[in-house]
T-cell receptor, first 114, second 113 residues
Framework: AQSVAQPEDQVNVAEGNPLTVKCTYSVSGNPYLFWYVQYPNRGLQFLLK??????LVKGSYGFEAEFNKSQTSFHLKKPSALVSDSALYFCAVRDEAAGNKLTFGGGTRVLVKP | DGGITQSPKYLFRKEGQNVTLSCEQN?????MYWYRQDPGQGLRLIYY???????QKGDIAEGYSVSREKKESFPLTVTSAQKNPTAFYLC????????????FGAGTRLSVL
């Protein structure tokens, strides 16, 4: 069975500092990995995905993520955080055995302070 | 949220009542999904449909029902058998394929009176 872990419930960072949101996964086959962001009382918005190829994936709003197969991780990063990046971030994984089903992590709340 | 419309935005359910949440998409996607989101938890899959007139149970289907009579519509009914229905419900759609993105609606917040 596939699973995703986001070990931090909340991440606090000062505006302008680097932001990292951690994600580790477990799948039986090749992983398809996604990051989504959710603003209060809204649906999820897609940020980026890893399917194959380069381990460093660039996405929307200056975010990027690094796929590390040996550590089964897919951490989300942003070099310089903005106050507007404050939101709830979800990592998700899909593997070939699970078909179209996505499994989500529990989410990490990011608070960027001015 | 563009392309997927969920209604209503807020819904209240009385004891023993069934309620239906609407989800409509104009993205021509084959696959549609319903998720439940509780505070402090991630999304859990209730039901999904990969094609018209077909759907499968997700991880927490008990107390819920769905239909998929049209490609663009995937309504979710929260039945009286669902004893803890208070949650934020999210609908999503995607084209088929493992690497394809799921696009989400703005959600419906369901509360019990």
């Amino acid at each position: 069975a596939q699973s995703v872990a986001q070990p931090e419930d909340q991440v606090n960072v000062a505006e302008g500092n680097p932001l990292t949101v951690k994600c580790t996964y477990s799948v039986s086959g090749n992983p398809y990995l996604f990051w989504y962001v959710q603003y209060p009382n809204r649906g999820l918005q897609f940020l980026l995905k890893y399917i194959t190829g380069d381990n460093l994936v660039k996405g929307s709003y200056g975010f990027e993520a690094e796929f590390n197969k040996s550590q089964t991780s897919f951490h989300l990063k942003k070099p310089s955080a903005l106050v507007s990046d404050s939101a709830l971030y979800f990592c998700a994984v899909r593997d070939e055995a699970a078909g179209n089903k996505l499994t989500f992590g529990g989410g990490t709340r990011v608070l960027v302070k001015p | 949220d563009g392309g997927i419309t969920q209604s209503p935005k807020y819904l209240f359910r009385k004891e023993g009542q069934n309620v239906t949440l609407s989800c409509e998409q104009n993205l021509n996607h084959d696959a549609m999904y319903w998720y439940r989101q509780d505070p402090g938890q991630g999304l859990r899959l209730i039901y999904y449909s990969q094609i018209v007139n077909d759907f499968q149970k997700g991880d927490i289907a008990e107390g819920y029902s769905v239909s998929r009579e049209k490609k663009e519509s995937f309504p979710l009914t929260v039945t009286s058998a669902q004893k803890n229905p208070t949650a934020f419900y999210l609908c999503a759609s995607s084209i088929q394929g493992l690497g394809n993105i799921q696009y989400f609606g703005a959600g419906t917040r369901l509360s019990v009176l």
